[in-house]
């Protein structure tokens, strides 16, 4: 039987591999940092599997690393931990890099130092690139990013991610470790953290769909900036890559995505059609305070060498990514109402 190890378990993406992994058969240990809450509300699934273990642990704690890799002697680890929010890490650069930078390393460490190596997983994001893309033609058109564009960061989250992804390469180069870092770009699902922009806007939806309905007003939905685009997929999708990755023979870095660009406002139009509302305006206003200090304005990967030596494709388009958020949200925010449910035609204009 197979054995991996995921830190970041609790988050939006290690849940949904940790039930991925069941699915094959593995034995999971799942890290979560000690908390007094309970911080598991992502894990039904898994936690009812008795092929997985619920651990405590910290990417900052080389020790504690050492003592879980060396007694459950994994075949793969998978560093999903981070301090993931942009915005945040304008405000708490040093703990972002302390979790998201020096996590990697510590892990990459203890893995170096082990006889029998585990292949290892370091998830990197698109927010590397900040600035920075590439051409298709050279005219000016069809912008792009993908394995070989430069690096730009634009914030703390996106330097550290910058330095594990290049820590991941280094270790790989230097020790001859089976180490591969994916450059993900957004993915979103049911699951994702309700201080996220997608799931801000698909909990207003679904809140307002309420308030429609027993003829109240709510305040409007405060936004930021309306024009950034980004690269929009659905996380189960991939996880499915971040596993494919560890079983090729050869450790190679790669780009996720959709290979589609929509701007944050495309995104908030497309919730709304969810209910059945074509003119959203009048719901929202824009706050400056949720400008970042430095933007990045446009983001669309090329996944053609993930297409190619992977065979991995993406299932889930943007409409049904969205209409699936919007649908948890509104399912969720009553339960008790079973006359009320989700518009079954909408958001298909």
Known sequence: MKRAIIYGVTGQDGSYL???????????YGVTRRSSNDNTARLPISLNNKRFKLVQGDVTDPA???????????????NLAAQSHVWTSFNQPSTTWDITAQGCLNILEVIRGMQKKPRFYQASSSEMFGDNFD???????????????????????AIAKAAAHQAT?????????????????NHESERRGETFLTRKVTKYVAELHMALLEGRTIPKLRLGNLYAERDWGYAPDYVRAMWMMLQQEKPLDYV???GESHTVEEFI???????????????????????????VPYLRG?????????GWVPDTTFEELVK???????????RHHEDITPFEEAGNS
């Open 18 to 28: 940790s039930e991925f992994l069941l699915g094959k058969g593995y034995k999971v």
């Open 64 to 78: 504690g690393i050492y003592r879980l890799l060396s007694r459950a002697k994994p075949h793969e680890v998978y």
């Open 135 to 157: 051409y298709e033609y050279g005219d000016g058109e069809d912008a792009y990013q993908d394995e070989l564009t430069a690096f730009n960061p634009q914030s703390p989250y």
């Open 169 to 185: 390469a280094l270790y790989r180069r230097s020790y001859k470790l089976f180490a591969f870092a994916d450059i993900l770009f």
């Open 256 to 258: 996720i995505c959709t």
């Open 269 to 295: 139009m497309r919730a709304f059609q969810c209910i059945n509302i074509y003119e959203y305006r009048n719901y929202k206003e824009i706050d400056k305070k949720l400008y970042r200090p430095s933007e």
């Open 302 to 310: 090329d996944c053609s060498k993930a297409n190619r030596l992977l």
């Open 324 to 334: 699936k958020m919007v649908t948890n949200d509104i399912q969720n925010r009553d």
